[in-house]
């Protein structure tokens, strides 16, 4: 790996957080200047907190040519900037800074025409692009096309052109990569360098390469600027300019369109406590109309209006760049189908996936697997790794192919396990899921067999008699019952009967009855009848050989036997006649006895 190691930590969305590189110039000539790279924090109000990734890191120069005070000197290593930006990736790209380190050859020992005192027509380091990452700085070389500069300095036939000549300084101050195209968008607005001019380097390439100009269509307001920020649409570059004099000057903030090269002067700013440049400048993540700017304090700019807030206390340094920090990546997770059954080939692909492409060496992503079980197995475990540029990246769920039945079904609970808080990625919805794993093995059902039987067979028409029927299944009825359909006894006055159909055997029971019941009477004469119940084929059983009964309600009333017995006398019609005259008489008499007395 690189010495700039991992891509830098991302941010929480919700914070006004960005990177800060304090410049610290050289202490004596032939020194490098150093740099720290820090996390800072922007509270709503109050002193910015600030998180080290490391300090005075460097890298050996790729320089063609190093100058010391009196050549040849060793070569000094590369570290220090004042003028980059947040790559995609997540490493800021970022130009070298020559500052005491004999920027370019001052010695008198053979005049400026000499090999000895030629030496900056060599001179590179101004056009080195630096990297930065979790771990330090690595050194990508001159960018291509960038600058002029001989190979030899006592030969001119040796010089490669560039879009700017930079080899007697000053260092570029100002850039930001686009974070929509990934450009490096660098300038060199200060005193003795281009104010009109900005500089397209495609950060991608191996060395990076110079792709173009920004002509603006003026310079920016006032003397020099420090450091500029690009929005987050990729349209505007926002800076604050100063007359250049920090007592009695005056400071501006302005933009510039990175299309058509149009120049805006927005608001003033007022000094905190001097007109001094600011020479850090960075979008923030939690809010896309908000940017840092650094210089003795951090304060914040809302756009695109550019009006300045109040300086926060900060870390200090001789100088300063900024960059973005990018927002934490979002995961999310799923899997499909989230039903199986426990045959051969149900398989269930769970799926992370990131709400952007993951950086440089990828991106791990911590899981709460599901438990161990012998009804399925997972390819799941404890994280999972999308591949550097990939969005995606899959486990799976497999159901344990078995014939058991009344196993039961059981459930595969698979997680986005909470991330660390230097994580690079938060949690989204859904971030956990659950694979049910069901019994598809049942029992081979038996077909019931059913007959009847009504006891007893036979009745009289007489009270109380009551032949029982009943339906009986050779196995247990399934759940919900089994229903046997009949042809119940037709109707009769001779007898009722509750046989209905169809009958119900409740589940888990093997039979049901009904009763056929005799109507009691006394009529002589009236015969036997027969009650025929029949039992009919229908779903989910079969019938057995004993599918019908019949019930015989019989006559007892029967005529009396006279046997033996007499008959009556009777009078004859004289008699009769004689019987009635006697009668009359009697009564005659009987008259007039009672009226002579």
């Not at 740099?35 to 910015?48: E, F, H, K, M, W």
């Not at 960018?143 to 036939?157: A, C, R």
């Not at 406590?273 to 700019?301: C, E, H, Q, V, W």
């Not at 760049?321 to 979002?330: E, I, Q, S, V």
């Amino acid at each position: 790996m690189a010495a700039s190691g991992a891509p830098l930590p991302r941010c929480d969305a919700s914070g006004q957080s960005f990177y800060l590189t304090r410049y610290t110039g050289p202490a004596a000539t032939g020194t490098p200047p150093t740099a720290i790279l820090d996390l800072a924090t922007a509270p709503a109000t109050g002193a910015v907190a600030i998180a080290p990734i490391w300090s005075g890191a460097a890298a050996p120069t790729v320089s063609a040519r190093e100058i010391g005070l009196t050549p040849p000197n060793p070569p000094l290593p590369a570290g220090a900037s004042v003028a980059g930006g947040m790559g995609k990736d997540g490493y800021i790209y970022t130009m070298r800074a020559v500052d005491g380190d004999n920027n370019w050859d001052t010695s008198p020992a053979a005049g400026w025409g000499s090999a000895a005192g030629g030496g900056w027509r060599s001179h590179t380091r101004y056009y080195e692009m630096l990297r930065y990452g979790r771990n330090g700085v690595d050194n990508l070389g001159i960018v291509s096309g960038l600058g002029t500069y001989q190979t030899d300095p006592t030969d001119p036939s040796t010089l490669v052109s560039g879009a700017i000549d930079l080899r007697l300084g000053p260092n570029f101050n100002a850039a930001d990569i686009d974070p929509v195209t990934g450009i490096m968008y660098l300038a060199n607005f200060q005193t003795g360098g281009a104010l009109n001019r900005v500089f397209k380097i495609d950060v991608t390439q191996t060395p990076p390469l110079y792709v173009g100009t920004l002509n603006l269509a003026s310079n920016i307001p006032g003397a020099q600027s420090g450091d500029f920020a690009i929005d987050a649409s990729g349209q505007w570059a926002y800076g604050i300019a100063t007359t250049g004099n920090v007592i009695t000057g005056t400071s501006v903030s302005y933009r510039f369109n990175l299309s058509s090269g149009a120049v805006e002067t927005l608001a003033a700013v007022s000094p905190a406590p001097f007109n001094s440049p600011y020479g850090a400048a960075a979008r923030l993540p939690n809010a896309t109309d908000k940017l840092a700017f650094y210089g003795l304090g951090t304060r914040i700019m809302s756009i695109p209006a550019g009006t300045v807030g109040p300086s926060q206390s900060t870390a200090g340094a001789t100088s300063g760049d900024a960059a973005a920090c990018l927002p934490k990546l979002t995961a999310t997770l799923v899997c499909t189908p989230d039903a199986l059954v426990d045959a051969a080939g149900n398989i269930s692909n769970c799926t992370v996936t990131l709400d952007q492409a993951a950086p440089a060496g990828g991106m791990a992503i911590a899981l709460t697997p599901p438990a161990a079980n012998p009804r399925y197995t997972s390819s799941c475990g404890s994280s999972i790794v999308v591949a550097a540029g990939q969005t995606t990246a899959s486990c799976s769920i497999t159901a344990t192919p078995n014939t058991t039945p009344g196993d039961g079904d059981v459930t595969a609970a698979l997680a986005l396990a909470t991330p660390a808080a230097t994580d690079d990625y938060v949690l989204g919805t859904p971030s956990a899921a659950e694979v049910r794993i069901r019994n598809d093995d049942v029992d081979i059902p038996i077909t019931p067999v059913v007959n009847l039987s009504c006891t007893p067979s036979s009745l009289v028409d007489a009270a109380g008699q009551v032949s029982t029927c009943i339906i009986n299944l050779s196995e247990p009825a399934p759940a919900g019952g089994s229903s046997i359909s009949l042809s119940p006894p037709p109707g009769s006055s001779r007898y009722t009967s509750s046989c209905t159909s169809p009958v119900l055997v409740a589940a888990g029971a093997t039979q049901s009855n009904c009763t056929i019941t005799a109507t009691p009477n006394t009529v002589i004469g009236d015969g036997s009848v027969s009650a025929l119940l029949q039992l009919l084929a229908g779903p989910g059983y079969t019938l057995g050989p004993d599918s019908q009964a019949s019930v015989q309600v019989n006559d007892d009333d029967l005529p009396i036997d006279v046997g033996d017995a007499k008959r009556v006398p009777t009078l004859s019609a004289w008699a009769l006649a004689l019987m009635g005259m006697l009668l009359a008489a009697e009564g005659a008499l009987f008259a007039r006895k009672r009226h002579q007395g």
